[in-house]
C-alpha cells in the first residue's frame, strides 16, 4: 500500500531532516550550560529522597547525556 509507505517515508524525512538536527543542537546548548554552571551547588535528591550537594552543571549534564541517547536510539530506529 502507498499510504502506509508514504506516512514511513515522511516519518523518516521528519526524523533525519528536523528531529536530529534540532536534538543535536539542544545537546550542544545544554552542554554548554552545564559549563557556565558547573559552580552553583544546590540540593540534589537520591531515590532514597536523601540530600546530597550537586553543581547545577552536573544536572545540565544528564540533560546533555540524554539528547545523546535519544540521538542513538533514532539512529538505531532509522537502521532498522
Avoid: C, W, Y
Amino acid at each position: 500500500d502507498t499510504i502506509p509507505t508514504s506516512m514511513q517515508v515522511s516519518a523518516l524525512l521528519g526524523i533525519v531532516r528536523d528531529l536530529k538536527p534540532a536534538l543535536a543542537g539542544l545537546e550542544k546548548s545544554l552542554a554548554a550550560k552545564a559549563k557556565v554552571f558547573d559552580g552553583i551547588v544546590k540540593t540534589g535528591r537520591t531515590h532514597l529522597q536523601d540530600a546530597t550537594p550537586i553543581t547545577l552543571g552536573q544536572v545540565f549534564h544528564g540533560f546533555a547525556g540524554q539528547m545523546q541517547r535519544a540521538q542513538k536510539r533514532l539512529d538505531f530506529a532509522v537502521s532498522e
